[in-house]
């Protein structure tokens, strides 16, 4: 790593039902960044450079998942810092809070076929512009880890049609669409390119030995990796 | 004490999952005159003292911009319970 990435923060944002928080921290340590852990209660990110919001159950998917969370002090502070450019990427849990907190178009709503799914899932990256996949080529096929309930993305057909045709639509499902997501749209990204939301999880597949199966074994997958590692080229480069 | 009751169910053009749940399990217990169902929700907020047009105005504001998302789903009722009590809250038959 350059010697200039040592000083990117990004910060990972814990919520009461917050699950991969610790997972993406240490995604964020082995791609080169400072992990620095916010409080949802607080309102101060601590000077970071990029956020990340987790998966998990916040405030247990009570009302509708991400509903609560996008009134906590911490994601007023994280909606002004995005709409000021500052890189911000919504795993699973993440995305949900997101799309309500008006960062993101869209919504989710229950799987299609209403069971919780748990898979290595495949994804075709189609815009490598944004903050968050720089370090991806176009059409790149990445195999990363996916587990939800409600997770069927849903959006009136202007508003797909506006992500389709601004290249917003920055990944799409390849091979099965596991949730019955419209266009198989697995995540999307804002018109500037800093926010992006995905339900799949790139945050588990950072390490050999602890990601998907993957070309060289057993649990070798890595393609999460580049998620973390982008944000910090685009940091450098901003 | 005054209640206001806000319902609110899934857009129509949204698919259901929980609705079609439902629905499928019905003519497992004999309900087969049921072709469809769609499930909501029902909040009842409750105040001190009486539901006024100010109260109902402030249910309206949460029913929009925390109790539904506009993206999904649509707010069909806000209302003062004991105004049409009579009428919705009595007449189950469990009398």
Known sequence: ??????????????????????????????????????????????????????????????????????????????????????????????????????????????????????????????????????????????????????????????????????????????????????????????AAGNVVGLMPHPEHAVEAGFGPDGADGLRSGTDGLGFFTSVLASLVRA | MGRVVVEVMPKPEILDPQGKAVVGALPRLGFTQFTGVRQGKRFELEVEGDVTPEVLAAAQEAAVTLLSNPVIEDVVRVADVAADAAGTVTSTGLA
């Open chain 1, 1 to 190: 790593m350059a010697a200039g990435l040592d000083a990117a923060k990004v910060g990972v944002v814990t919520f009461p039902g917050s699950l991969d928080d610790r997972d993406a921290a240490r995604a964020i340590r082995l791609a080169g960044g400072q992990p620095v852990a916010l409080w949802h209660a607080d309102a101060d990110l601590q000077g970071v450079d990029a956020v990340v919001l987790p998966g998990g159950f916040s405030y247990g998917d009570y009302l509708r998942a991400g509903a609560i969370s996008r009134f906590a002090p911490a994601m007023e502070a994280v909606v002004d810092a995005a709409r000021g450019g500052m890189p911000v990427l919504g795993i699973c849990n993440g995305f949900q809070i997101l799309t309500e907190a008006h960062l993101l178009p869209g919504s989710m709503v229950k799987n299609e076929h209403l069971h919780f799914v748990c898979r290595e899932q495949v994804l075709s990256v189609e815009n490598t512009r944004t903050a968050w996949t720089n370090q991806y080529t176009p059409g790149q096929r990445i195999t990363i880890p996916l587990k939800n309930q409600d997770g069927q993305f849903v959006a009136d057909e202007r508003t797909l049609d506006e992500l389709e045709g601004e290249g917003r639509v920055v990944f799409r499902y390849q091979g099965w669409n596991p949730n019955g997501s419209r266009r198989d749209i697995a995540g999307i990204t804002n």
